[in-house]
């Protein structure tokens, strides 16, 4: 077991705290929050707490930290953490910046740790299907990918919340749900090189937006058309099209609480194949896979070059919705 303290316990730092409840892998046994109100809810789930993150850097129980805190801070908390020597596990984005990312991966290489990142819909079953039957050839070359992860739930937060920042989080949409996207582009695609993005605020009072649409080009020539908003109930939706066939994913409801998944595969000359993916705890599946990395039982699935050409995309995708031009990766 991994004993691991979870730094931030707002919405996503509980949703973690009660996915790791029952691991076999990783054991929470400290939550940290500067709030007096988000560590009794900590502690009502049954984990020790803390106010601040030295206070977990200095506990020596303490072997790996989960961060799931303002984005902004994550590159100096994964650089602070692989110096004491513990293994990190960060909440999307991983930085917001290539020279931040870069920093932070340099520091945990130095150090000898292992590092993680929130992309959990690379663990839904139906994704790792997608990806298997790809990599064997089955739907030929790639051509396009096509992505959306949209959900309302932000219309319910204080227009305060620093999600909903133009100054710290200036394209709302990208942090929240389309670097989940973007991510699994990269994992179908590989390495991006441009990338044309549009923010609209058109259905809220987001003042960061709440309407992204983005294309991105890959060096092997082929495209990624992708969407995020956040003022229209949830829609999940990955289509990979291959010369040979595609292969379409459409989520029943949101990853948090997933019913599942509904997959339709077409190949030439074929009736279409559907299939149902039951639910499966991805949030867990990818912290686990953390930690069995740490235990040297299996590499983890993420390389640090796709957590760098995401945080290199994320960079650019905010680019060019200031520039209105195509931006290089």
């Not at 992505?147 to 919340?161: A, E, H, I, M, R």
Request: charged share 20%.
């Amino acid at each position: 077991m991994i004993n691991a303290a979870v730094i931030g316990l707002g919405w996503w730092g509980q949703n973690i705290l009660r996915n790791l409840r029952d691991s076999e892998v990783i054991r929470p046994i400290l939550g940290v929050d500067p709030l007096d109100s988000a560590r009794a809810s900590a502690a009502d789930i049954g984990v020790e707490t803390a106010a601040s993150f030295e206070d977990a850097l200095a506990n020596p129980k303490v072997q790996a930290v989960i961060l799931s805190t303002p984005q902004e801070r994550h590159a100096e908390q994964i650089i602070a953490a692989a110096k004491s020597g513990r293994h990190v596990f960060c909440e999307k984005p991983l930085c917001t910046t290539s020279a931040d990312a870069e920093a932070a991966i340099a520091a945990v290489s130095k150090a000898g740790v292992q590092l993680g990142i929130g992309h959990e819909r690379r663990f839904e079953p139906a994704v790792i299907e997608m990806r298997k039957r790809f990599a064997a050839g089955e739907f030929g070359n790639p051509l396009l990918v096509e992505g959306n992860f949209s959900q309302d739930l932000f219309l319910k937060l204080p227009p305060d919340n620093w999600r909903l920042s133009k100054a710290i989080n200036p394209a709302g949409p990208l942090s929240a749900t389309g670097i989940h996207v973007v991510d699994l582009s990269i994992a179908l695609l590989g390495r991006p090189t441009s990338v044309w993005a549009r923010l609209g605020q058109l259905g809220s009072h987001f003042e960061n937006g709440d309407t992204l649409a983005i294309t991105i080009g890959f060096e092997n020539g082929a495209t990624a058309l992708l969407g995020a908003v956040l003022a229209t109930p949830f829609m999940g939706r990955l289509a990979l099209l291959g010369s040979k066939g595609w292969m379409e994913i459409r989520d029943r409801s949101h990853p948090q609480n997933s019913t599942g998944w509904d997959v339709t595969r077409v190949l030439q000359n074929a009736e279409p194949v559907t299939s149902f993916f039951g639910p499966h705890p991805a949030v867990r599946s990818n912290l686990e896979a953390f930690g069995r990395a740490i235990a040297g039982e299996a590499a983890y699935p993420v390389t640090h070059q796709e957590m760098l050409s995401n945080v290199r995309s994320f960079e650019a995708i905010q680019r060019s919705i200031v520039s209105g031009n195509i931006e290089k990766i």
